[in-house]
């Protein structure tokens, strides 16, 4: 199985690019810390992370998050090649996105932990930023069948 889950801030302004067909694809480098172990005890480290993120996603993605935004994601590896302006070949790999969620931070959502957002999922939060303040209030749009199989 490919997956990958990462939970870290986006590092860079995001890039949204529209191909000719109309379909959005935003680049984005997303850090993720850990701690390394060491002779003295241990040391944080950051892991940079490139992640492509497709259509509606991608336009969300741009609409709400900026550089610094916590995220949660999640995807699929994928290795590519391609030749650089010198001609030599370059071998990247990046997660592919398959879903994206907003993760609560104390600035964000006042401290309380409560979900800022979801993307990509049916019945999930949406969160339009505030005018002035440029905040996110969740709003829960649950889209709940009265038919439940059980």
């Known amino acids: 199985m490919n997956q990958v889950t990462l939970i870290g801030r986006i590092g860079r302004d995001i890039e949204i690019k529209t191909t000719a067909s109309g379909l959005s694809i935003a680049n984005i480098s997303v850090a993720t810390d850990g701690?390394?172990?060491?002779?003295?005890?241990?040391?944080?480290?950051?892991?940079?992370h490139r992640v492509t993120v497709f259509g509606k996603d991608a336009d969300r993605l741009g609409q709400y998050m900026q550089k610094g935004s916590p995220i949660a994601l999640?995807?699929?590896?994928?290795?590519?090649?391609?030749?650089d302006k010198a001609g030599v070949t370059q071998r990247i790999t990046e997660v592919i996105c398959e879903r994206w969620e907003f993760v609560?931070?104390?600035?964000?959502?006042?401290g309380s932990g409560a979900p800022a957002g979801n993307s990509g999922a049916q019945?999930?939060?949406?969160?339009p930023k505030?005018?002035?303040?440029?905040?996110?209030?969740?709003?829960?749009?649950?889209?709940?069948?009265?038919?439940?199989?059980?």
């Open 74 to 83: 999640t995807g699929r590896l994928k290795t590519r090649e391609y030749q």
């Open 35 to 48: 701690w390394e172990k060491s002779d003295g005890g241990g040391q944080k480290s950051t892991d940079w």
């Open 123 to 127: 019945g999930g939060y949406s969160a």
């Open 130 to 150: 505030a005018a002035s303040e440029g905040q996110y209030r969740p709003e829960r749009q649950d889209d709940f069948s009265d038919d439940i199989p059980f």
């Open 104 to 110: 609560p931070s104390a600035s964000r959502d006042g």
